[in-house]
C-alpha cells in the first residue's frame, strides 16, 4: 500500500518523531499496563518496575530500585519465593508460584508470579523478568467453589449414610465431626429437646469436657443461644459473644473454650423440633450465606432421620403389641372354649344325664304301674325347659341374635337390662337409633365394648349406678359410660399393655378398629368415666 504524498514519514525527521511517538505510546502502555512488571536480580534485588507493580507493593517506584522483593513476601511464603527465584536461574524457562504479599501499609493479597530470566551478557549479573497478577479475588472464588464442593460432599454422604440405615448416634457423631472439618472449626454439639423438662440433652459433641455427653442439661429461653433458636425458630448467628444481648451465653459451659462466634440452627421445624445443631468459633468468624445454608441441610439430613428413627421405634412397637395381642387373643379363645365346655359338661351334659334318669324311671313305672308317670312328667319337661334356657344363654353369650335381627341400639338396651336384673345395678340411659349410619361390624365392636365395659364395672368397681350416654354430633358417636365404683390406679396401668389386663386391651383394639381413640377417666374413690368417640359413616351403610 502507498502512503499519501507529504505524509513526512520518508523523511529521516518525521521516521524519529514518528519512532518517539511509538516510544511514548509503548512507555504508556508498559506503565499502566493491568499487570505488575518487574526486573530482579538473581538474588531478589529489584532492578526497576512499572508503575502498577509499583501500586501494587503500596510504594513509590523511585523508591523500590534496590529493594529486596522478598521484603514484601509474608514469611511462610519467602521459601516459595527463593526456590522460585533459583529455578528460573538453573532451568532457564518461564517459572510461576503463587505468594501472598504484605505491601506497605496495606492488606496483604495473593499475587502470582511469573518469570523468565533474561540471556546471558558477558561480565553481567543474571537478570530475571518478572510479572505480577492480584489473583486475589480469584483465589476467593476458587476457595468458595472448592468449600461449597467439600459441603455439598457432605451433605451427599450423609444422605447416603441415612438411606443407608447407619445407627442413630453414630449418624450424629460422623454429621457433627464432618461439619466442623468443613467448616474448619473446633466446637460443636447436637442437642435434643426435652419438653418436658424444658431443657436440652448432649447427644453428640466435639471440643467439650468429656464425660458430659448424655449428662449435661442445658436450659431453655434465653438463657442459651441453642434456647433463643428454638424460641425464634430460625438460625441464630453469633459473631461477637461480647456484644450478645439476646441472650446470656451460647451454652453453659462453653465460655471456658473462649468462645467468641458461632451458629446454631433447628433439626426439625417449629412444632415437630428434634433439637439444636450449633458451632463455634474461638476467633471472630463472620459465618457465610452458604455456611447456613449447609448446616440448615445437615440438619434436614438430621431430622429425616430423627423421623425414620421415631418411625422404625413406632413400628417396633407396633409389632411387639400385634405379638402381644395375638398371644393374648388365642390364649382368651383357648379360654372361651374351656369356659364353653365347663358350661355344656356341668349344666347341659348334667342336665341331659339327669333328663335320661328322669325318662327311664318314667318308662319302668309305665310298665310297673302308670300311677306317678304324669308327675313325672311334668318333671321332666321342667327339665328340658332350664336345659333350653341354658343352650340359649350359652349361645347369646357368644354371638347375640338380638343384635343381628334387632339392631344396636334393642341389643344394648336388652344387655343392659340383662346386667341390671342379675347384678342388682341401676343403669341410667341417654341413647337414641344408631343403626342406619353403622356397618354390622361395627355394631358388633360396639357392642363388646359395652359388654366388656359392664363387666368390669360389675366385677372390679362394685358400682351400683351406671350411666350411658350415646350422643351424635358433627358427623361423630360418643360413646360415653360412667359409674360410681371404686376405680383403679390409672397411672399403673396407662401405656402398658401387660399390665392393663386383656379387657381393656380389646376394648382399646375395638375402638382402634372403629377409627377411634379410648380414654378413661379414674376418679379414685368416685368411680370412672370411659369414653371414646367414632365416625357415623365407618363402614358401608346397611340398606
Not at 60 to 66: I, Q, S
Amino acid at each position: 500500500m502507498k502512503l499519501p504524498l507529504n505524509s513526512g514519514i520518508d523523511s529521516p525527521q518525521n521516521l524519529s518523531a514518528n519512532n518517539r511517538v511509538l516510544m511514548e505510546r509503548y512507555i504508556q502502555i508498559y506503565e499502566n499496563a493491568p499487570v505488575g512488571y518487574f526486573t530482579l536480580s538473581d538474588e531478589g534485588f529489584i532492578y526497576e518496575s512499572n508503575t502498577t507493580g509499583a501500586n501494587l507493593l503500596n510504594t513509590r517506584k523511585r523508591d523500590l530500585p534496590g529493594m529486596q522483593f522478598i521484603k514484601f513476601v509474608l514469611p511462610e511464603f519467602k521459601s516459595v519465593f527463593l526456590n522460585h527465584c533459583k529455578r528460573v536461574i538453573e532451568r532457564g524457562t518461564r517459572q510461576t508460584c503463587d505468594l501472598k504479599l504484605l505491601p506497605c501499609q496495606n492488606q496483604c493479597f495473593f499475587g502470582r508470579l511469573e518469570s523468565v530470566a533474561e540471556p546471558e551478557i558477558a561480565n553481567k549479573d543474571r537478570r530475571i523478568r518478572t510479572t505480577l497478577w492480584d489473583i486475589t479475588q480469584r483465589r476467593r472464588t476458587e476457595s468458595a467453589l472448592e468449600i461449597s464442593e467439600s459441603q455439598q460432599q457432605v451433605v451427599t454422604e450423609l444422605g447416603r449414610l441415612a438411606l443407608a440405615g447407619e445407627k442413630f448416634i453414630s449418624l450424629l457423631d460422623k454429621a457433627l465431626a464432618s461439619v466442623l472439618d468443613t467448616l474448619r472449626l473446633e466446637i460443636g454439639e447436637v442437642l435434643e429437646w426435652l419438653p418436658d423438662c424444658g431443657q436440652f440433652s448432649i447427644r453428640s459433641a466435639r471440643g467439650w469436657k468429656k464425660g458430659l455427653v448424655g449428662r449435661k442439661r442445658i436450659k431453655g429461653g434465653t438463657e442459651s443461644q441453642s434456647g433463643f433458636t428454638l424460641l425464634s425458630g430460625k438460625p441464630v448467628l453469633v459473631e461477637a459473644l461480647q456484644t450478645e444481648t439476646r441472650f446470656k451465653s451460647p451454652l453453659p459451659g462453653l465460655c471456658n473454650h473462649c468462645v467468641v462466634s458461632g451458629v446454631s440452627v433447628l433439626i426439625g421445624k417449629p412444632g415437630k423440633v428434634f433439637g439444636i445443631l450449633g458451632v463455634h468459633s474461638s476467633k471472630t468468624r463472620k459465618f457465610k450465606k452458604n455456611d447456613i445454608i449447609f448446616l440448615q441441610s445437615v440438619a434436614h439430613i438430621l431430622a429425616s432421620v430423627v423421623e425414620q428413627e421415631t418411625a422404625r421405634t413406632v413400628l417396633k412397637n407396633s409389632e411387639k403389641r400385634l405379638q402381644f395381642l395375638s398371644s393374648h387373643l388365642l390364649t382368651a379363645q383357648e379360654e372361651e372354649r374351656k369356659k364353653v365346655a365347663y358350661m355344656l359338661h356341668d349344666d347341659l351334659g348334667q342336665s341331659l344325664t339327669l333328663l335320661k334318669l328322669q325318662i327311664s324311671a318314667i318308662k319302668m313305672k309305665i310298665e310297673k304301674d302308670g300311677n306317678g308317670a304324669k308327675a313325672d312328667c311334668r318333671l321332666a319337661m321342667e327339665n328340658i325347659s332350664k336345659t333350653i334356657e341354658t343352650v340359649r344363654e350359652i349361645s347369646h353369650s357368644l354371638t347375640p341374635s338380638v343384635l343381628k335381627d334387632l339392631g344396636l341400639s334393642v341389643a344394648l338396651q336388652c344387655l343392659f337390662e340383662d346386667f341390671s336384673r342379675y347384678f342388682n345395678v341401676h343403669i341410667q340411659i341417654d341413647m337414641g337409633d344408631m343403626d342406619k349410619w353403622l356397618a354390622q361390624e361395627s355394631k358388633i365392636l360396639i357392642y363388646r365394648i359395652f359388654q366388656e365395659a359392664f363387666t368390669n364395672i360389675v366385677r372390679h368397681a362394685k358400682a351400683d349406678q351406671i350411666w350411658v350416654c350415646v350422643a351424635k354430633h358433627n358427623h361423630r358417636y360418643r360413646f360415653d359410660i360412667q359409674d360410681n365404683g371404686t376405680g383403679f390406679d390409672l397411672n399403673g396401668l396407662q401405656g402398658n399393655l401387660k399390665d392393663s389386663g386383656m379387657g381393656l386391651t380389646a376394648m382399646n383394639e375395638r375402638v382402634r378398629m372403629l377409627g377411634g381413640q379410648l380414654r378413661i377417666e379414674n376418679r379414685r374413690s368416685r368411680g370412672t368415666r370411659l369414653w371414646f368417640e367414632i365416625p357415623d359413616c365407618h363402614g358401608e351403610p346397611e340398606p
